[in-house]
């Protein structure tokens, strides 16, 4: 296989990408496709909207059926995987989501794919504490034991548009003039762009080394300064008031249910608490959350953007 991306692309080989209707995985089918790649998406949400239109190919992710998923991976050389869950609801669990992983890398290699390049999170560990991060470890050892040639990116928090968390945030601090954060605010945070991440990922295909990378931007921010710079770029004088954690879940969970959502999880405020959203590394991606936001501070957080209405339609009292 060829050593470029560009060349890679023009190769005509076919890149398999979970969830390019979704956020990273959009940014990582349009990487490719600017590359001239072949790409095939995987998802279980076909009617999301499209914004590749024809350029893309659609295949259903059903992993009640492996050999259908083995089907759809069949003839591709690389298979970049997004697949995930936030939080539990509607019977998926994180225990359900490590059990649909193993079942894709087991189609992946029936198909014959030759290398995973897959989204992790930094803080990933089968001993965590945390549901989440340790979902997301027992899914790294079932790559590592995989066969397939891997690079496992682990990103922190992603910034974007497109982005669920950071908007939110911000959308709160255009319309509240206290933001409570969750203790003193001291833990830090490395945010990463999606677009850096998604050519971190496409970069990686071509290899054929097993690695694990933290995918990282240039700057940490304590939380409390992450808040206030978000505030000050939006124009507006906000009071940041530490409380304890439990109340601050408390808060989320209201605004939740005032929206029909979930906006934060208790795993989110943990994670962030215990500053795993951050890498010990140098940084790998080269976008800084402060200027990103200087572009962007008429965009973001003018609207709530809501997991359950996008993903499910709604709430349902299921989660
Ligand atoms: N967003 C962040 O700030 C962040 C930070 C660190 C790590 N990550 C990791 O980055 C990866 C991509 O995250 P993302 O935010 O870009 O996710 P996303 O686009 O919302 O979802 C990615 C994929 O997971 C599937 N999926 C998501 N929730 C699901 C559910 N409840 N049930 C079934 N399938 C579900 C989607 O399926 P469909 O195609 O069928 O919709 C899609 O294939 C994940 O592995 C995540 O752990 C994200």
């Given at each position: 296989m060829s050593g470029t991306p560009a060349r890679m692309a023009s190769s005509g080989e076919l890149n398999v990408v979970t969830g390019a209707f979704g956020y990273t995985g959009r940014y990582i089918a349009r990487a490719l496709l600017e590359r001239g790649a072949r790409v095939r998406t995987l998802t279980a949400?076909?009617?999301?909207?499209?914004?590749?239109g024809e350029k893309i190919e659609i295949a259903p992710m059903d992993f009640g059926s492996p050999d259908r998923i083995a089907d759809c991976l069949?003839?591709?050389?690389t298979l970049f995987n997004t697949y995930w869950i936030r939080f539990p609801y509607r019977g998926a669990t994180f225990e359900t989501a490590v059990e649909n992983t193993r079942a894709l890398l087991r189609a992946a290699r029936v198909a014959g794919v030759r290398r995973i390049v897959h989204i992790s999170i930094t803080g990933?560990?089968?001993?965590?504490?945390l549901p989440y991060f340790r979902g997301k470890g027992a899914v790294e050892r079932e790559i590592a034991q995989s066969g397939l040639s891997y690079l496992i990116l682990r990103p922190t928090l992603i910034f974007g548009l497109e982005d669920i968390l950071v908007n939110n945030i911000a959308w709160l601090v255009r319309r509240f003039p206290l933001f409570a954060i969750p203790g003193r605010g001291d833990y830090r945070v490395q945010p990463v762009f999606v677009a850096d991440l998604a050519a971190l990922a496409v970069s990686g295909a071509p290899g054929g080394d097993n690695r694990i990378v933290d995918a990282v931007g240039p700057e940490i921010y304590t939380f409390r300064d992450f808040v206030r710079t978000l505030a000050r770029a939006l124009g507006r004088a906000r009071l940041i008031v530490p409380v304890p954690p439990r109340v601050a879940l408390f808060f989320s969970r209201f605004i939740g249910y005032a929206l029909g959502d979930?906006?934060?999880t208790r795993d989110e405020i943990d994670g962030l608490m215990a500053s795993l959203?951050?890498?010990?590394?140098?940084?790998?991606?080269?976008?800084?959350f402060s200027s990103w936001l200087e572009g962007n501070a008429d965009l973001v957080g003018k609207a709530y953007t809501s997991e359950l209405v996008k993903r499910f339609g709604g709430r349902d009292g299921g989660g």
């Open positions: 949400h076909p009617s999301q909207p499209n914004p590749f069949e003839g591709a050389t990933a560990t089968e001993d965590s504490p979930v906006t934060l959203l951050v890498s010990s590394g140098p940084p790998t991606c080269p976008t800084a």
